[in-house]
């Protein structure tokens, strides 16, 4: 069976999936990665092996390490921090009390109070961080809404800040 030959790339990645294939992984990959059209055997075979829980059968899993999915769980939190933080900001900047705007915003968000206050601070060291960098030349390049994204990324994972010193550097910033 040639890599050039469609229905071969078929047969090859539905053998896979029965087993019957010494590098499975290779032959689904080739004809993903192929123009080839899957046929409608092999998408519903493909369907069947992501549903599949059982022990048995054909059975395909997405996996992502641990600590990929911690620093991502964290950025959706840090991310969440800053919206709480910017709305509690901007209800005290209108004048509402510090107890007012954290009972307001624990109401909007449908968090706990003890959420709030968290968010309100690390709204207000983010800000500082983030402001001092869009007086650079790289903050203005790169916009508020990527030195902010910047800012979540070192704070949820800290190798991120080593392997970025550079960028940091041009921003005048440390962290």
Known sequence: MSEDDPQ????RAYLALQRASLDWRRDLAT???SDVPLSRLLRDRLADAFDNEAKE???LELKNHKVHRDAFAKLVVLHDRMRIGRWVARRRDEGA???QANEEAAAYFRVSQKTVEPAFAYFNKASVWIDAAMDSEAGQTLGREMVERLY???AAQPAFKKANAGLIQQLGLSH
């Open 97 to 99: 009390t510090a107890a």
């Open 31 to 33: 004809l993903m990665r």
């Open 152 to 154: 979540h990324s070192i």
């Open 57 to 59: 059968g054909p059975r």
């Open 8 to 11: 071969g790339l078929d047969l």
